[in-house]
């Protein structure tokens, strides 16, 4: 059976969300208001990115030789995307995030080509510039709607097995659509608050295990 993989980034694939970490580089706590009332659903990622990232005062080169020397991916990250890709499981990136900090970390990795769906952000002269990608018109909440995306890809792959790999809140939504989920953290909290099945996971070993025990 096919097994397309769809891996969130930020505290999923990085050990610590990186979005953040830039957040309290470069403001201190400001961000911290607008990321608590969307994290209670009351802002959309795209009001939110507009005021977070409004408040950087640096330009793309600057945030980016910054995460590169601080943001380090959850263990054993990198083996598995190439025994991943040895096994022919279709492993894929799948952020509301921003190339911006992504790209670079996953070049980092030997991973510069590796496939993805986020966000798209240039911060020129202090000022962002936002493309979002795959927008629900019925439901604005994400820039990115990964629901959307996992739905595409079982119409491409009919009969395929979706696995959903996330750690933050706005995960269970995606979550909900996959066959097999892997959570840790808050997504780990929600499921289990509202029933959905999962496999909690520390490290990537651990999400290998899993995947092999299928
Ligand atoms: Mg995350």
Redesign the pocket.
């Known amino acids: 059976m096919r097994t397309l993989i769809f891996c ?5 694939a990085t050990d610590q ?1 990186a979005q953040q970490a830039i957040m309290t580089h470069f403001t201190g706590d400001a961000w911290r208001p607008i990321n608590r009332a969307w994290t209670r659903g009351e802002v959309t990622t795209a009001h939110r990115a507009a005021v977070q990232w409004g408040l950087v005062q640096a330009n793309t080169a600057d945030v980016q030789r910054f995460v590169i020397a601080a943001v380090d991916f959850t263990p054993g990250f990198r083996e598995f995307a190439r025994w991943c890709r040895d096994q022919g499981h279709a492993l894929h990136i799948l ?1 509301d ?1 921003f190339d911006l900090y992504i790209d670079p970390l996953l070049a980092r990795e030997g991973l510069a080509d590796w496939p993805r769906t986020v966000n798209h952000l240039t911060l020129d002269g202090g000022e962002p510039r936002f493309r979002f990608q795959h927008q629900d018109p019925a439901c604005d909440r994400c820039g990115n709607c990964k629901r959307w995306v996992i739905q595409r890809a079982r119409e491409a792959h009919p009969g395929a097995r979706v696995v959903y790999l ?3 809140v ?2 269970l939504c995606p979550a909900q659509a996959a066959d097999v989920v892997l959570a840790r953290r808050a ?1 780990l909290a929600r499921c289990r608050e509202t029933g959905l099945s999962c496999h909690p996971f520390d490290d990537f070993c651990s999400v290998r295990a899993v995947l092999e025990s299928l």
């Open positions: 969130d980034f930020d505290g999923t969300d952020s995030g996330g750690d933050g706005s995960d997504l």
